[in-house]
């Protein structure tokens, strides 16, 4: 009769403890590869986006979506325009300035008086987002957004953007965690 409890040199190397040390050597060794922290994955986007959340809802615009950015110079007035669109939804992230549009944090906006010397322009930010027919748009008065543009080339702009928007008749849309990853043109009006 054999004795159950005898084990070859052979039947060792397959013995429950030394597959179940292979499978945790095995686990440990496949959870600790990392590419980075979820902060570098963030400021690494791959594809072309603009997302923010709007009150609290995740709100994305994918390569899929066509996110682009524009800058137009007529001489007097810098603005950029950073717009994606879905099949019932756009937005829009759009930042002017009386000199050229660079890595900077625009805020508000600012319609200026003309005088002899110059026209009038827009200084600042605005943002706004389109859900079927509701548009939510930065108000006139006391308007409370802030677009940072965080690198711009010649190819490419990046930045953040948050702020309250508003639709006549409907709840305010705060927007928040807005970023933004596009191609860029270049246009002279």
């Avoid at 190397?13 to 600790?32: E, G, Q, R, W, Y």
């Avoid at 939510?136 to 965080?150: A, E, G, K, L, R």
Wanted: some cysteine.
């Amino acid at each position: 009769m054999k004795n159950c409890n005898q084990t070859t040199e052979r039947g060792l190397f397959f013995s429950i403890p030394s597959i179940s040390l292979l499978v945790l050597c095995l686990l440990v060794s496949f959870t600790s590869c990392s590419t980075g922290t979820d902060d570098d994955i963030e400021d690494k986007i791959g594809d072309y986006m603009i997302s923010f959340n709007g009150n609290g809802v995740l709100q994305e615009f994918t390569a899929d979506h066509f996110p682009q950015g524009n800058i137009f110079d007529n001489g007097t007035q810098y603005t950029g325009v950073f717009s994606g669109t879905r099949s019932s939804s756009s937005v829009g992230v759009s930042v002017y300035d009386n000199k050229a549009i660079a890595s900077n944090n625009y805020s508000g906006f600012v319609v200026t008086e003309p005088t002899q010397q110059s026209l009038a322009f827009v200084i600042g930010a605005s943002i706004n987002y389109n859900e079927g027919q509701t548009v939510y748009s930065t108000p006139d008065s006391n308007p409370q957004v802030t677009v940072t543009i965080t690198e711009i080339t010649s190819t490419e702009v990046r930045g953040t953007f948050s702020g309250t928007l508003k639709s006549s008749g409907k709840e305010d849309l705060v927007v928040t965690n807005g970023k933004f990853y596009v191609p860029r043109a270049t246009n002279n009006l």
